[in-house]
């Protein structure tokens, strides 16, 4: 295991603040067209899924990055060097969501606070599904 690179604090929230903007503006203007309505915070739509598909599908198929990501200049790789595949997302997001979840924000707390204290700038999120950040660009075979 050796963490090469690793993105730091505020690298790695630029790049969730910028995915959050695009999942916001485009599942918003999907909705407006589909249903008439931007956004509405009591209501779910179908379109409600696609933040969630566009955090786990697409760094499967674009070498760890997002779109946010990609503009930060990081990417999510697994611990042991390979390609992180959709099981892999599916930890990271949705069980470490949960986690932090039923921790009430205080395991979301404790991973900032570990992104920005620990050396190789792992989060709770990144152990438990192996992977890390790094800026480092993937290898092109």
Request: no cysteine.
């Amino acid at each position: 295991m050796e963490v090469t690179y690793p993105a730091g604090f505020r690298n790695r929230f630029l790049a969730s603040v910028l995915d959050f903007i695009i999942i916001f503006l485009v599942t918003g203007i999907i909705s407006y067209f589909l249903y008439g309505v931007f956004y509405d915070g009591e209501k779910s739509y179908p379109t409600d899924i696609l933040g969630l598909v566009y955090t786990v599908l697409l760094p499967v198929l674009w070498s760890g990055y997002t779109l946010g990501r990609r503009m930060a200049g990081n990417r999510i790789v697994r611990i042991d060097g390979r390609k992180v595949g959709v099981g892999t997302m599916i930890v990271r997001v949705i069980v470490a969501g949960v986690a932090y979840a039923l921790t009430l924000g205080i395991g979301l707390i404790v991973s900032a606070f570990m992104i920005g204290v620990r050396e190789d700038k792992r989060a709770i999120h990144d152990f438990i599904a192996q992977t890390y950040v790094t800026t480092s660009p993937p290898i092109r075979d």
